[in-house]
């Protein structure tokens, strides 16, 4: 099948055939430490580069016969494949203000997996117009997006999932209901299509309203039209605090079921109670891979995840849509009726307030309608104002507010860094900082942070290991055999970088900083 991907020449570029053939080349980098993607411990030489291609390996010497428009001198720094973000979540900004892909690009991602449970196809019949360049436009399929990237060109290579949810919402709107048969083929007509458009695979968000209502047997029927394309299934797990090992069964039945790879968003055992779930996490994929299913993750490299505050609600309270849930909260009562859900310490959902310690001081408010709470706790801008803590968390679920709380362990994190089937992801939207009040420093800082602290300052893993997460074994899970990896006939997407130097700048108090 003919995935779509828009590839782009990044970082360092090149255009044709094999050198012996056409010895004026594009790009030759001299002086680099190349690490291949393989895991292989790093080696000196020369990459030569034409037509987009890597037509060449060796040394100076090697290829001084050939000419190069350009020549590289890469001063011993590491020369590697571009990076992964295995999920990067939305790409429209890229054509709306292309300056977001600096957020990525100056992480060394060379390529954006893009979906989670909503994805820019397929659009109901009611989408409202996207203004690009002045015009208005819609679209209503993959291969009507996809050829409006192409027309106003994309700055990174991008590749897509079709969404569980937005599937879902396109049917059956935002409503907790089952897919009637009829339903449910239609369901899959739109998930085929957007295979046959060029699609990878199809991903899910399990937490998030409607896509928490699709039950098991629903996901496996549309896992199944994506495996006979060849593609494969990713999702925000089920539950990711004290029912994460249901949460991961529920993935592995998938797998086993539709008998297509899955890949899990980034893993984590969120809550302190739960954090030695995380070491039974890992030991159950380890096992499941043992047994011949094909089961990979990722994780970013930061113990606040990030999600909308709307979150710690019970998804429930959407089961008539978002916009009927917003308005409802303007009522005492049902504010009474949802604190005490919330506090249940039983509660049979994903319920984040309990899993960080029912404490309202570990969430920080990372983007809002109400600014002045961006970059102070919940608790903290209660305390301000002078105002219930409870009183202050509504008004701020009504504020459209994002959220980063503190619900991971270090330990966790390097547990999973050690994992060999773990890659690495930024879990957020490209990002211009000169137009956000606020992100989560993951926007700017994954990729780096990973190679500054977890390699050069911990030594948790290698180098060489950490570029093989970011480059080969994602490749391989997205299906793009011609990239994360320098060899002679792959793609020239690379990076180039000083290992001894390379480090995440954006912090939680100061998000908005470039790598």
């Excluded at 060796?58 to 001063?75: C, H, M, Y």
């Amino acid at each position: 099948m003919n995935k779509f991907i828009l590839w782009t020449c990044l970082l360092v570029l090149g255009c044709g055939q094999a050198a012996a053939a056409q010895p004026a080349l594009d790009v030759l980098i001299v002086n680099a430490r190349i690490v291949d993607g393989s895991g292989n411990p790093w080696y000196r030489g020369s990459v030569a580069i034409h037509d987009g291609r890597i037509v060449a390996l060796g040394n100076a010497e090697s290829l001084r016969s050939t000419t190069a428009k350009r020549i590289v001198d890469a001063r011993d720094r590491v020369v590697a494949p571009g990076f992964i973000d295995m999920m990067g979540q939305g790409t429209l900004g890229y054509i709306q203000d292309p300056v977001v892909a600096l957020s990525q690009l100056r992480q060394g991602i060379t390529t954006h997996v893009s979906g989670e449970g909503w994805s820019s196809a397929p659009t109901p019949a009611d989408m409202k117009p996207v203004s690009i360049d002045g015009e208005q436009v819609r679209w209503s399929t993959f291969a009507e997006y996809f050829r409006i990237l192409e027309k106003h060109g994309v700055p990174l290579n991008v590749a897509f999932n079709v969404g569980a949810e937005q599937v879902r919402r396109v049917v059956l709107g935002d409503k907790d209901v089952d897919p009637t048969p009829a339903q449910l083929d239609r369901m899959k007509q739109l998930v085929e299509q957007a295979m046959l458009d060029g699609a990878h695979g199809i991903s899910s968000a399990l937490i998030y309203p409607p896509g928490a209502y699709a039950e098991t047997p629903e996901l496996i029927e549309l896992a199944k039209i994506v495996a006979r394309h060849g593609g494969f299934y990713s999702t925000h797990l089920r539950n990711e605090t004290a029912g994460l090992l249901g949460a991961i069964d529920e993935t592995l039945q998938i797998a086993r079921e539709a008998k297509i790879p899955v890949h899990i968003y980034h893993l984590k055992a969120s809550g302190k109670k739960n954090w030695p779930l995380m070491e039974q996490a890992l030991a159950k994929i380890t096992a499941a891979r043992a047994s011949g299913l094909d089961v990979t993750t990722d994780i970013y490299p930061y113990i606040r995840h990030g999600n909308g505050l709307d979150s710690f609600l019970p998804p429930t309270f959407f089961e008539k849509g978002h916009e009927a849930a917003r308005k409802q909260l303007a009522n005492r009562k049902v504010r009474q009726q949802l604190r005490a859900e919330i506090e249940r310490v039983d509660s049979d959902w994903e319920n984040t307030y309990q899993a960080i310690g029912a404490d309202f001081d570990k969430v920080l408010v990372t983007g809002s309608d109400n600014k002045s709470a961006i970059g102070l706790s919940i608790a903290q801008v209660a305390r301000r104002d002078k105002r219930d803590v409870w009183d202050t968390f509504f008004d701020l679920v009504q504020a459209d507010t994002g959220i980063a709380p503190e619900s991971m362990s270090e330990a966790q994190k390097v547990l999973a860094m050690r994992a060999p089937f773990v890659m690495f992801d930024t879990d957020n939207g490209p990002t211009n900082p000169a137009k956000a009040e606020s992100t989560h420093p993951r926007t700017f800082g994954s990729f780096p942070r990973v190679l500054a602290k977890y390699v050069r300052e911990d030594g948790v893993i290698s180098l060489e290991e950490a570029i093989r997460r970011m480059t080969s074994l994602a490749a391989n899970r997205i299906g793009a055999f011609d990239r994360g990896r320098i060899a002679v006939g792959m793609a020239a997407d690379l990076v180039i970088f000083d290992p001894a130097a390379v480090r995440d700048l954006a912090t939680f108090e100061k998000p908005l900083q470039y790598a």
